[in-house]
């Protein structure tokens, strides 16, 4: 691999120059076998000298084109050391992104914002229905008008969006907060303090502090798309204008000690991503997570799912055309390719009804597309079900990260392939771990079939404020309308030598479940919060079959030992040296 020096193509740290053709450039005439090595310091990037492009991003706001600073596009056998750099953006834009590249390592880098696209600001007074915050004006420029709140960049302003309080006691979301934040009405004090009046069901705290979202989810921190094996190493990604790390339709995926955390060093208490951490939509093959923290996100930390779509029309026995369904998920030209194998699923119970191998797919619109198949499409099967591509789904390696706290969950996970979660640790705000999949609303695919959780240690923190499918620190909750117990949703799931410490009842909650298995676990009972949540048993199961609560040791005394059930039958559970009472919902 030949060394490919930044300073040879006039990239230098800490000029204030914008470096982004330059490095461009650099890419291009070295597309395979190199390694692309920075100098430490600062590096610079503006918006107005971004390289624009017409992409589709999962998950992401759709706008006509994104802005790009850094483009590695079809390269093969490449490594980009930043060696300690940090890279620090100017405006909305996308710093790195990686498309149809082969064998790539981005590693040994930060990214920042001169001005973030969120901010902070801290209470100083509240009472009634309005609190008093100061948000500092040279770090977070903005103003009141007409009665809203608008922070301004360089070439850009957003109105407030969104706010959610950390407890500065506990460095974490306040108990009991979560989505509370009402829209206000501002007014501007003068010197930084802002009057912000609304219905306020939770009273933000004076001393606490608020992380105040403005900007749209547009531009990832990180963006591949079919991509074949990339590694993420060593970095630190201190504020997006949207997902952290966002990708999709790759395979092999790595990612070591790739951080998502506050910038204190700039005085940056809990402000970190503006949504998740690490989105990874539509991959195959398998993905590491090892060694990563994530700290004060505005939405979960590590996402993994696959995109279902709805059949609009069935043209022949063969083809049939399809919508994309959710608005931020559109476009995708490769969501089915020839050869791939497509399951049908039907939208009530979401039981697969069959499978066929793809033989066309093309778009008749970033919304719609046509798909045929070698096989005929099972009868079964009309407008209204829905799609799932079985060949891009991956197996996922989580282990020894830190879940810290932010808005929303922890893992999310929908995924067939194998999937093991261990030796990591889970301070999120609401549930730690979600196994999700649905066929009906985010259209997040992807049934579990084989799932480890063991060793992981779950903090009180978990489950302190309401997020949606939080009903339980570990929620196995799929979105099945009308689930059929003899085609559960999720199936294969191990829990097992894990330790919680539980500030109230509900533990596990699973829906639609076959083969679940909790045992040898530690449970402990933490008196940190007073109970809250409206789930009142520590274990609830829905339409759930051939589950085993084994054996667990628990110090003190729990808030609930309660086995609460609903569309099936006790003779399902089977519980081992475990006194527990079973309440028929």
């Given at each position: 691999?030949?060394?490919?020096?930044?300073?040879?193509?006039?990239?230098?740290?800490?000029?204030?120059?914008?470096?982004?053709?330059?490095?461009?450039?650099?890419?291009?005439?070295?597309?395979?076998?190199?390694?692309?090595?920075?100098?430490?310091?600062?590096?610079?990037?503006?918006?107005?000298?971004?390289?624009?492009?017409?992409?589709?991003?999962?998950?992401?706001?759709?706008?006509?084109?994104?802005?790009l600073a850094l483009l590695l596009e079809g390269m093969e056998n490449a490594v980009l050391d930043g060696g300690g750099a940090e890279f620090v953006f100017h405006g909305p834009m996308m710093p790195v992104t990686l498309l149809d590249c082969?064998?790539?390592?981005?590693?040994?880098?930060?990214?920042?914002?001169?001005?973030?696209?969120?901010?902070?600001?801290?209470?100083?007074?509240?009472?009634?229905?309005?609190?008093?915050?100061?948000?500092?004006?040279?770090?977070?420029?903005?103003?009141?008008?007409?009665?809203?709140?608008?922070?301004?960049?360089?070439?850009?302003?957003?109105?407030?969006?969104?706010?959610?309080?950390?407890?500065?006691?506990?460095?974490?979301?306040?108990?009991?907060?979560?989505?509370?934040?009402?829209?206000?009405?501002?007014?501007?004090?003068?010197?930084?303090?802002?009057?912000?009046?609304?219905?306020?069901?939770?009273?933000?705290?004076?001393?606490?502090?608020?992380?105040?979202?403005?900007?749209?989810?547009?531009?990832?921190?990180?963006?591949?798309?079919?991509?074949?094996?990339?590694?993420?190493?060593?970095?630190?990604?201190?504020?997006?204008?949207?997902?952290?790390?966002?990708?999709?339709?790759?395979?092999?995926?790595?990612?070591?000690?790739?951080?998502?955390?506050?910038?204190?060093?700039?005085?940056?208490?809990?402000?970190?991503?503006?949504?998740?951490?690490?989105?990874?939509?539509?991959?195959?093959?398998?993905?590491?997570?090892?060694?990563?923290?994530?700290?004060?996100?505005?939405?979960?930390?590590?996402?993994?799912?696959?995109?279902?779509?709805?059949?609009?029309?069935?043209?022949?026995?063969?083809?049939?055309?399809?919508?994309?369904?959710?608005?931020?998920?559109?476009?995708?030209?490769?969501?089915?390719?020839?050869?791939?194998?497509?399951?049908?699923?039907?939208?009530?119970?979401?039981?697969?009804?069959?499978?066929?191998?793809?033989?066309?797919?093309?778009?008749?619109?970033?919304?719609?597309?046509?798909?045929?198949?070698?096989?005929?499409?099972?009868?079964?099967?009309?407008?209204?079900?829905?799609?799932?591509?079985?060949?891009?789904?991956?197996?996922?390696?989580?282990?020894?990260?830190?879940?810290?706290?932010?808005?929303?969950?922890?893992?999310?996970?929908?995924?067939?392939?194998?999937?093991?979660?261990?030796?990591?640790?889970?301070?999120?705000?609401?549930?730690?771990?979600?196994?999700?999949?649905?066929?009906?609303?985010?259209?997040?695919?992807?049934?579990?079939?084989?799932?480890?959780?063991?060793?992981?240690?779950?903090?009180?923190?978990?489950?302190?404020?309401?997020?949606?499918?939080?009903?339980?620190?570990?929620?196995?909750?799929?979105?099945?309308?009308?689930?059929?117990?003899?085609?559960?949703?999720?199936?294969?799931?191990?829990?097992?030598?894990?330790?919680?410490?539980?500030?109230?009842?509900?533990?596990?909650?699973?829906?639609?479940?076959?083969?679940?298995?909790?045992?040898?676990?530690?449970?402990?009972?933490?008196?940190?919060?007073?109970?809250?949540?409206?789930?009142?048993?520590?274990?609830?199961?829905?339409?759930?079959?051939?589950?085993?609560?084994?054996?667990?040791?628990?110090?003190?005394?729990?808030?609930?030992?309660?086995?609460?059930?609903?569309?099936?039958?006790?003779?399902?559970?089977?519980?081992?040296?475990?006194?527990?009472?079973?309440?028929?919902?």
């Open positions: 691999m030949k060394k490919v020096r930044a300073e040879n193509y006039g990239i230098r740290p800490d000029t204030g120059a914008d470096h982004g053709e330059d490095f461009r450039r650099m890419f291009r005439e070295n597309p395979q076998g190199a390694a692309f090595l920075l100098q430490p310091g600062r590096y610079d990037f503006y918006r107005e000298n971004a390289l624009h492009r017409e992409l589709f991003l999962s998950n992401s706001d759709d706008v006509p084109e994104r802005n082969k064998d790539v390592t981005v590693k040994n880098l930060a990214i920042d914002w001169e001005i973030p696209l969120s901010a902070e600001g801290e209470v100083r007074e509240a009472a009634g229905n309005e609190i008093q915050v100061f948000i500092d004006p040279k770090k977070y420029p903005c103003r009141a008008e007409n009665g809203a709140l608008i922070f301004t960049g360089e070439n850009w302003e957003e109105p407030l969006r969104h706010a959610v309080e950390f407890d500065v006691s506990t460095g974490k979301v306040r108990y009991d907060t979560g989505d509370c934040f009402p829209k206000v009405e501002a007014a501007e004090l003068g010197e930084g303090l802002f009057r912000l009046k609304g219905d306020f069901s939770r009273l933000p705290q004076p001393g606490n502090v608020l992380v105040l979202r403005h900007s749209p989810r547009v531009h990832a921190g990180i963006f591949a798309d079919s991509c074949r094996e990339v590694s993420f190493e060593h970095l630190n990604i201190h504020s997006t204008g949207g997902l952290g790390v966002l990708c999709q339709f790759c395979e092999d995926l790595n990612f070591v000690d790739v951080n998502l955390v506050p910038d204190r060093k700039n005085g940056r208490r809990f402000l970190s991503g503006h949504d998740d951490g690490l989105h990874l939509s539509n991959n195959r093959g398998v993905i590491t997570v090892e060694g990563c923290c994530f700290e004060g996100l505005m939405d979960d930390p590590l996402n993994v799912h696959g995109t279902s779509v709805r059949i609009a029309e069935m043209m022949d026995s063969h083809t049939l055309r399809g919508e994309f369904v959710h608005p931020q998920s559109l476009g995708f030209s490769r969501w089915a390719l020839p050869g791939q194998e497509v399951s049908f699923l039907n939208r009530r119970s979401l039981k697969s009804l069959g499978t066929a191998i793809v033989k066309s797919f093309s778009l008749l619109s970033k919304g719609e597309f046509v798909i045929a198949f070698d096989g005929k499409i099972p009868e079964e099967i009309g407008a209204g079900d829905a799609l799932e591509n079985l060949t891009n789904t991956p197996s996922l390696i989580c282990r020894r990260n830190l879940f810290g706290s932010g808005r929303a969950r922890g893992i999310l996970v929908s995924t067939p392939k194998p999937v093991l979660i261990e030796q990591n640790l889970f301070e999120s705000s609401g549930c730690a771990i979600l196994l999700a999949g649905d066929a009906n609303q985010w259209y997040e695919s992807g049934s579990c079939r084989d799932v480890v959780i063991r060793d992981n240690v779950f903090r009180d923190c978990c489950l302190t404020s309401d997020y949606q499918f939080c009903d339980g620190v570990i929620s196995i909750c799929p979105e099945v309308p009308e689930p059929d117990a003899d085609a559960p949703f999720h199936s294969g799931i191990r829990i097992a030598g894990n330790v919680f410490h539980l500030y109230d009842a509900p533990l596990l909650y699973a829906k639609s479940t076959a083969g679940l298995l909790f045992s040898g676990n530690r449970l402990f009972r933490s008196h940190a919060y007073k109970p809250r949540h409206p789930q009142k048993a520590l274990f609830t199961f829905d339409c759930c079959s051939d589950v085993n609560v084994g054996k667990n040791w628990v110090t003190g005394k729990l808030v609930s030992d309660e086995i609460s059930i609903a569309r099936m039958e006790e003779k399902e559970i089977s519980c081992e040296d475990y006194e527990i009472s079973v309440e028929q919902l």
